[in-house]
């Protein structure tokens, strides 16, 4: 099993529409949790911090669950601009803390 | 600015070349990672470094080098063991509390 994983996709949704993301990890001692944004031939970026109890910046939310070992994003109100791989990434225990890639979701959205 | 500068950004090998990438922090971080990203692919570890003069290896460490002389610079050579090196090289560092890393914007490495 693999340490992150997340379904590829692509999620090919309208403008306007609301999408979620899932991702498993498999270290039940995983301490730290993010979703990255990649577009195209680009670096990723940090797009939010996930905590146990929820977080949310505007359109999007990020949700923790511990029990089931997995992260969600809720994207709300789909806008173009939001096409882009999305990276969910766990950070390890101990003295290693590497930063751990699912292989990222794409999502398309159409007008 | 604060950032990390990963250099050159497009760079083009010949096949039995050894080529050094460049990544350079001014975050004061002090763990530092190197990934290679195929396309359709997610990021895999090369090889990391939590403090200077010291660096394990990751998950595909074969054909690859590194060293950490210094806090700020993590250079990548890919040497000519490395049978597949045409890829997507991203650079990340950050400070060892388990906060988010921070990448440059990753150099193209294509053998020709």
């Known amino acids: 099993r693999k340490e992150v994983e997340q379904d590829p996709g692509p999620f090919n949704v309208p403008e306007g529409a609301t999408v979620a993301f899932n991702c498993t990890y498999s270290?039940?001692?995983?301490?730290?949790f993010f979703w990255y944004r990649q577009d195209c031939r680009k670096e990723p970026k940090l797009l939010m911090s996930?905590?146990?109890s929820g977080n949310e910046d505007g359109r999007f939310t990020a949700q923790l669950n511990r029990a089931s070992q997995y992260i969600s994003l809720l994207i709300r109100d789909s806008k173009l601009s939001d096409s882009a791989t999305y990276l969910c990434?766990?950070?390890?225990?101990?003295?290693?803390?590497?930063?751990?890639f699912g292989r990222g979701t794409s999502l398309i959205v159409h007008p | 600015d604060g950032g990390i500068t990963q250099s050159p950004k497009y760079l083009f090998r010949k096949e039995g070349q050894n080529v050094t990438l460049s990544c350079e922090q001014n975050?004061?971080?002090?763990?530092m990672y190197w990934y290679r990203q195929d396309p359709g692919q997610g990021l895999r570890l090369i090889y990391y470094?939590?403090?200077?003069?010291?660096?394990q290896k990751g998950d595909i460490a074969e054909g690859y080098s590194v060293s950490r002389e210094k806090k700020e610079s993590f250079p990548l050579t890919v040497t000519s063991a490395q049978k597949n090196p045409t890829a997507f090289y991203l650079c990340?560092?950050?400070?060892?509390?388990?906060?988010?890393?921070?990448f440059g914007q990753g150099t193209r490495l294509t053998v020709v």
């Open positions: 975050l004061n971080h002090d763990a």
């Open positions: 470094s939590q403090i200077v003069n010291d660096f």
């Open positions: 990340a560092s950050r400070t060892f509390d388990g906060t988010e890393a921070f």
């Open positions: 990434v766990v950070n390890g225990v101990g003295g290693s803390y590497i930063p751990t």
């Open positions: 996930v905590y146990s």
């Open positions: 270290n039940s001692a995983s301490q730290s």
